[in-house]
């Protein structure tokens, strides 16, 4: 009995076995772009038009031909003769002639005939029609030229990109007020194990309740996918088969079973997995903790995913797995930065040869935040909820020292 | 002409002034907590239940007793009879006598009279009813005790938290499957300014597209509230203060007015938000770039925002007061981290007495992540769509050089 259970996979490898079977879902959903925050967009957008589509100017001020404010300076103003004002939100039909100065508020039309806005700051009124500028202009100052936010056929964002608040604006901008996103995916999430209880029940001694179905759901809905929750499952072949083949059927694109603990529940996981569709199981055990006995397989186009019973490995093993898998199914690029850098406060012992994600706190810190890594023995969910982050203990390494430079990610 | 327009208030300070006036909303929602993501927790959780409520195996094993494996090792194994299983989900009524084990899985009882489990790995089946343990096991080892995860009347989460997917895990966990969170704080948005369009119009010459509504709706989305776009107002005082004291007298939570860029429209704001209510306008004009002239005020209990019409600086603003402000109507404590550090990959001038926000990408570093600026004229919407990061140059520096460490906020 003093066999290893599963020939294990490094982390990096099991992920990538399993990404190079997904390709991205060619459903897509046309959505009024300011409802499509966080979505991936399913072809490139480019602008329809230039912006600005007309010379803006970048201050409030006058417009003026630059050549006449040549030499100005407090010492030595140039004057100008006040001509008109452009109003805001309509075309400016006077025309700019030399030595004369209009106003203009920030981001209206510069008047035919002018080049450049001086500063209300840099004049000085005098009398009713004249004004004194007491600084030179270049040619060019203080506007903005037609297309110098973007040019007609300019690539705004690339398909695949996840959609930020600030994309929204930019889609506006140029009157891109619907887009093209790829679908939610369909993600199927089973829990099973005979001592699993739904969570408003009250548990009997043995029986747990069963949070996975809904910690993985939020995971899913934060992705942009969509969680279809498929119950809990009896620790029965028949039973844990018959449900989950109805949901690869049904359509789901993503098939997620958090397994109970025992032996024979992640067994049946393995052969219900694997039965589903070809290629079948990729990956069975990973070298990681926690979550070692976590399952990777495809059927057809569908990632299969079997997660440990435990809470916290289930949780963990899909930020790893899940998350990426789920970005691969919209098509996205995995935002930057969603790995952060942090100092340890204390030495953490581990295992050559096994990637840990140890829960921490992140405090405030000199340069970067610190990691203050928490430890308790396994399954106690209170333990992750202190925590704001993972810290990752590579694979290569024996443990790492206090003071060390390590990858988090938020939780 | 000469002078500043503004009193200009340091942009600490002027977050200061407002949240300081800030009093969290008083109506709450009870919502299932699997539908509480993101939202603010109205009071302070305690467990009801202890957990775990039995003892359990953190292994797949033996039940035993630790004395009767005293000294056990792979040359001198102790020979323990094997009496059985514990089933996934019942209570084992069996009682572990001496020199016996019996079987249990992950998560599984531990039956009375047995102190410790032996993990499979460390056994070896001899004949159908004995084992060798090939280890000496401590008392305790391999089990969690009832209560070791929570105790009854244990603070699980503080008021003001903002939950968390893991967090969710552990009010189901002990069976709170409901949860008071502070109400979304009502945000009215109005942009204002005769050159002003719905961005589904054809916009004329002179003429823009709003996308201010949007990007701070959105951005009220994320941080839990609730936007109600108040549409495009003229440039005229009586228009803005009618629409303006309706949405007040609705109800809004907030009311952020993006103004047009025009002086009189930026008069015709502050003008507005003073009359509403007092204390009215509290900071006119931040020493910060993009964003100078924003304006702040309460009314009542009302936070209200006059922001730049152009949609850098109003995005820009809205992510530095704004979103704080929303923390604030929902008592909520910012998250660890939302400020994350960078290396400058070029020098970045600067203002001494003016804090600078320069929209950046973040590109992978060495250690940490480097930022590289993005430089352009003001009002250029798709330079802040290139961007992944906004870096805080300090009010009191005349600029940073390449590699200094910076702030940076994600966009």
């Known amino acids: 009995m003093k066999s290893q259970f599963f020939d294990l996979v490094a982390p990096e490898e099991a992920r990538q076995r399993l990404l190079a079977h997904i390709t991205p879902l060619t459903e897509t959903d046309t959505l009024p772009a300011y409802q499509a925050m966080g979505r991936v ?4 957008m480019r602008s329809p038009q230039v912006l600005p589509t007309f010379r803006r100017s970048t201050v409030d001020g006058f417009a003026v031909r630059a050549q006449d404010t040549h030499g100005a300076s407090d010492s030595l103003p140039a004057y100008l003769a006040m001509a008109g004002e452009v109003p ?28 450049a806005v001086v ?23 203080n506007v903005i030229n037609v297309g110098e936010d973007i040019n007609e056929g300019d690539l705004i964002l690339p398909a695949g ?9 930019g889609l506006l901008a140029v009157g891109l007020t619907e887009v093209e996103v790829v679908a939610r995916p369909r993600v199927a999430i089973f829990s ?3 001592e699993v ?3 408003q029940q009250e548990p009997l001694p043995g029986q747990v309740r069963d949070i996975n179905s809904y910690t993985l759901a939020a995971l899913v809905a934060r992705m942009g996918g969509q969680a279809v929750l498929g119950g809990i499952l009896p620790d029965d072949y028949e039973a844990i088969r018959a449900r989950v083949s109805a949901a690869f059927k049904d359509g789901a694109n993503m098939i997620v079973l958090s397994a109970g603990s025992s032996v024979s529940v992640r067994d049946n996981t393995a052969r219900v997995l694997d039965a589903l569709g070809d290629p079948g199981v990729l990956v069975h055990g990973i070298a990681t903790r926690p979550g070692k006995p976590t399952i990777l397989g495809m059927a057809g186009r569908v990632p299969l995913i079997g997660l440990p019973g435990n809470p916290i490995s289930a949780f963990v093993q899909f930020m ?37 994600y140890v829960p921490a706190k992140l405090l405030p810190g000199e340069d970067i935040p610190r990691a203050e890594p928490i430890f308790f023995k396994s399954n106690l969910i209170f333990k992750l909820v202190e925590a704001d982050a993972l810290v990752k203990i590579p694979l290569d390494k024996a443990g790492l020292q206090a003071d060390a430079l390590v990858e988090v990610r938020l939780l």
């Open 192 to 194: 099973s194990g005979d």
């Open 41 to 44: 967009l399913a072809h490139a």
């Open 161 to 169: 990109h996840r959609l930020r608040e600030h994309d929204i604006g």
């Open 119 to 141: 500063m209300i700051e840099d004049t000085q009124q005098v009398g009713d029609d004249e004004i004194e500028v007491r600084r030179t202009v270049a040619a060019g100052e």
């Open 320 to 356: 790893m797995i899940g998350v990426p898998a789920l970005s691969a199914l919209q098509g996205a690029a995995p935002r930057p930065a969603e790995v952060l850098r942090a100092r340890l406060t204390t030495n953490v012992p581990s295992m050559a040869g096994r990637e840990d």
């Open 88 to 115: 805001m939100g309509v075309i400016s039909e006077q025309v700019l002639q030399q030595a004369q100065a209009i106003t203009v508020h920030t981001g209206g039309m510069i008047p035919d005939g002018a080049d």
């Open 197 to 199: 209880i739904p969570p």
